[in-house]
């Protein structure tokens, strides 16, 4: 059995920077409310006059990635692209990919775990490479939530929260020993998919009924969420992902030497990093700077991480995230 490793990182974000002052000329919302409650000071959105896509930031990201891992694109086997915000309903976004970087006919999967879709595509991708199927594998987390957020009073609850980016990484074969990922632990609980979602339009109720309805009061087509709701649940899988990842390794919490939440909101991570007794410079944060990036959000905090020296040969890095479906997950890394 072969194990996989990180071989390159890569991140992309719009320039555009939308600050809670911003926000607070299209919706009654203020920077204190904003920063209180979620560390958020500012996020990326698209500016719609530069024609950015979701698949567009992926792009970016992954060109950074495949040359960081001294590779080209002929070299990539497989593409696994999670986003919940792809530039078209169907097909997804990973064919996107595979065409705008001009990629040999290599497959491509589409990954729906919403925030916790990094955390399952690098555990898919370690599987195809622990099977000896492919050998190097493009990974990527991308998210364009700005172009489907209600900028009104009504949608404030969520619109504030969430921004635009992309990571991607090159997750390749190694045959250093102990090195790479050590494990990845997966969950989902579907009874509270409700809780935070976008239902519609979809095929439960599709655009025809949607426009016959004519309800000017229908918000299925904005997302949901039930924050305090989310907020508990979150606290309590988020902990038990990462204790899952340590105790599959054998690893204490004073083993991490970096842990990189979902950027979903700084509350859940600083109460995590409390939880474990993690000093401060062993927990990364940066929603400060970019709101929720869903699935782009672990990516994204991995390779900043990475660039300002953060993580180094030999590190245990602990990533791990909570989201829509209810899903969550952690994988465990020895640099
Ligand atoms: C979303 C979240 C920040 C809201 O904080 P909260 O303390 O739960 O706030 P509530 O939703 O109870 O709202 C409190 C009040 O603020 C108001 N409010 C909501 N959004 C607001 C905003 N952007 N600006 C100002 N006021 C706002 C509400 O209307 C409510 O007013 P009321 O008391 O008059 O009814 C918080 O619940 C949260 O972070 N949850 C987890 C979110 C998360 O992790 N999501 C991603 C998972 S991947």
Redesign the pocket.
Known sequence: MYSSKITGLGYFVPDNVVTNDDLSQW????DE??QE??GIKERRWIDPKTGETTSTMAVKASKIAIERAGLTKDDIDFIIFATLSPDMYFPGGGVRVQDMLDMPTIGALDVRN??SGFIYSLSVADQFIKTGMYKNILVIGAENHSGGLEKSTRG??????FGDGAGAAVLSRTEEKGKGILSSHLHSEGKHAKE?ALEGPATQRWVPEIIAENDPNDVSYFPY?N??F??KH?VVRFSEAIVEGLQANNLQKEDIDMLIP?Q??L??AQFIQKKFGLPDENVYNNIQRYG?T?AASVIIALTEAWEKGKINDGDLVVLAA???GFTWGSVVLRW
Request: aromatic letters at 10%.
């Open positions: 919706m009654d919302t203020n409310w904003i409650r979620t919403q925030c404030r609850g969520v619109t504030v929260i935070l969420m924050g305090q989310v907020f979150a979902h979903a909101n509350r859940i929720n869903t909570f989201g829509s």
